[in-house]
Each structure stands twice: as structure tokens, then as C-alpha cells.
């Protein structure tokens, strides 16, 4: 059974920085991307960042220049750097993983969510 553990949520002040883990584990036999979703109250799930296996990255346009994904391929691992933090950025973080199982089709895999709160 595959499972995303997420860390790294918190509460932090305007200007402050954080960062996320999400650790994959279980009988996995690929993984082609991951990345982090976030959803405000009242909002829907939007993408943040993303990251392929060969290395490729994709940031939401309210993002860029402040935070910054990267992955452990050994260790099946994503992170997200934020940095500059605002309080729009409050939202619940998701992990997201698009892998393929051992014995099972590939399809997407979603982590439990933690909480990011900007305020002063």
C-alpha cells in the first residue's frame, strides 16, 4: 500500500519561510512526478509546484521567485522551499504523487494535508 507522509506545515509570520517534506512509501515501482497542491477555505485545490523524475519543474504564477521544489530520488522525497511567505499563501498543503505501484495501475496519490498559516 503506497502512502505520502507530509511535514513541515506550520504557522509563521509575513516574511517568514517554511518547508514541506512529503516522504512516498510502500511497493512502489515508479514515480514520474510529484508535487504540492494547496486549497484555501472556500477555494479550490490549485496547483503550487511540481517536479518530474528527469527533473522538470512548474510553478504556479503566484510562486515563483519565492519558493522552490526539489526531490530525492533515492528517497522518494519531495520538498518545497517557501520562502517570502504572504498571507494569501495560507492554505492546506497536499502532496501529490503520480506513480505506479507494483501491483497495482498507475494513477495519482494524494497525502493527508498540512496546514500553513501566515499571520502576524
Known amino acids: 500500500q503506497v502512502q505520502l507522509a507530509e511535514s513541515g506545515g506550520g504557522l509563521v509570520q509575513p516574511g517568514g519561510s517554511l518547508r514541506l517534506s512529503c516522504a512516498a512509501s510502500?511497493?512502489?515501482?515508479?514515480?514520474?512526478?510529484m508535487g504540492w497542491y494547496r486549497q484555501a477555505p472556500g477555494m479550490q485545490r490549485e496547483l503550487v509546484a511540481a517536479?518530474?523524475?528527469?527533473?522538470?519543474?512548474n510553478y504556479a504564477d503566484s510562486v515563483k521567485g519565492r519558493f522552490t521544489i526539489s526531490r530525492d530520488n533515492a528517497k522518494n522525497t519531495v520538498y518545497l522551499q517557501m520562502n517570502s511567505l504572504k498571507p494569501e499563501d495560507t492554505a492546506v498543503y497536499y502532496c501529490?504523487?503520480?506513480?505506479?505501484?507494483?501491483?497495482?495501475?498507475?494513477?495519482?496519490?494524494w497525502g493527508q494535508g498540512t496546514q500553513v498559516t501566515v499571520s502576524s
Open positions: 501529490n504523487a503520480d506513480l505506479k505501484p507494483f501491483y497495482a495501475r498507475r494513477r495519482d496519490y
Open positions: 510502500g511497493s512502489i515501482a515508479n514515480i514520474y512526478a
Open positions: 517536479t518530474t523524475s528527469a527533473g522538470s519543474t
